[in-house]
């Protein structure tokens, strides 16, 4: 069964970049499709996109401005990036996996922004 | 793009039964949807994926207490003999350009 476990700073100063790192174990990430989702304290869940194993992305239109999503075949692993962070991103952010509807979430991991 | 809307909050007591909705807006009837369900402090866990039809297909391990239902623009989750473990927030998903969940269902088990 596949796994999904999300790195990176759980701190980030306003106006820096956000950077994540999801590591998928348990099945390849050359097939289907790998998400990025968030969750703001006690809010609801906010798709932020998507990335297919070949590289075609697909980004929420009021995130997509300052993201950028990427996957390393090789490591299989994919990336989140957002820049120019204020506190409206502080978030648990999830990676996950999905075929048409997502089926596979990782832990989650909180990132605050605050200088 | 669709829009899922779920009622807020939702009740029932231990070992009864109770009947989520995700209604999907006008011209959207027809999507697929995946419903989730988020315990207090853990992350979210796929359920289910539900059609159109009303046929579906659950996640790995999923109790049969759990069961998926369709009618028009309307997508249930039923939940029967209500376990503690089962209060948590219900979120119902579905794509089209995008990806797009519902507000959620905050369902607390009396």
């Known amino acids: 069964q596949v796994q999904l476990q999300e790195s990176g700073p759980g701190l980030v100063k306003p106006s820096e970049t956000l950077s994540l790192t999801c590591t998928v174990s348990g099945g390849s990430i050359s097939s289907l499709y790998w998400s990025w989702i968030r969750q703001p304290p006690g809010k609801g869940l906010e798709w932020i996109g998507h990335?297919?194993?070949?590289?075609?992305?697909s980004y929420n239109p009021s995130l997509k401005s300052r993201v950028t999503i990427s996957v390393d075949t090789s490591k299989n692993q994919f990336s989140l990036k957002l820049t120019s962070v204020t506190a409206a991103d502080t978030a648990v952010y999830y990676c996950a996996r999905g075929a048409s509807v997502t089926d596979s979430w990782g832990q989650g991991t909180l990132v605050t922004v605050s200088s | 793009q669709p829009v899922l809307t779920q009622s807020s909050s939702a009740s029932a007591s231990l070992g009864s039964s109770v009947k989520l909705t995700c209604t999907l807006s006008s011209g959207h009837s027809t999507y697929i949807i995946a419903w989730h369900q988020q315990q207090p402090g853990k992350a979210p866990r796929y359920l289910m994926k539900l059609e159109g039809s009303g046929s579906y297909i659950k996640g790995s391990g999923l109790p049969d207490r759990f069961s998926g239902s369709s009618s028009g623009a309307d997508r249930y989750l039923t939940i029967s003999n209500l376990q503690f473990e089962d209060e948590a927030d219900y979120y119902c998903?579905?794509?089209?350009?995008?990806?797009?969940f519902g507000g959620g269902t905050k369902l607390t088990v009396l």
């Open positions: 990335i297919y194993y070949s590289g075609s992305t």
């Open positions: 998903e579905t794509w089209d350009t995008s990806i797009v």
